[in-house]
């Protein structure tokens, strides 16, 4: 039983986690523009979709948008 107890224990201990994790936030600062017009850009934070538009859409905008 003393064994088991040990063995658990050096595994509890080995299993935990690591000191050498970074945490990045990859949501900020992040900058979008449609069109090539990178003078109307903003921020936008993620998940960000260019533009969203309701189910029955007739003139829906088409074109290539960039994020930075």
């Not at 934070?45 to 003139?59: A, D, I, K, M, R």
Request: with cysteine; charged share 20%.
């Amino acid at each position: 039983m003393k064994k088991l107890t040990r063995i658990l224990l050096l595994l509890a201990v080995s299993c935990s986690t690591p000191d050498y994790f970074k945490v990045q936030d990859l949501n900020t600062g992040w900058e979008f523009w449609k069109d090539q017009e990178p003078e109307a850009t903003r921020e936008v934070f993620l998940p960000h979709t260019p533009q969203l538009e309701p189910y029955v859409v007739n003139n829906q905008w088409q074109g290539i948008c960039w994020y930075r």
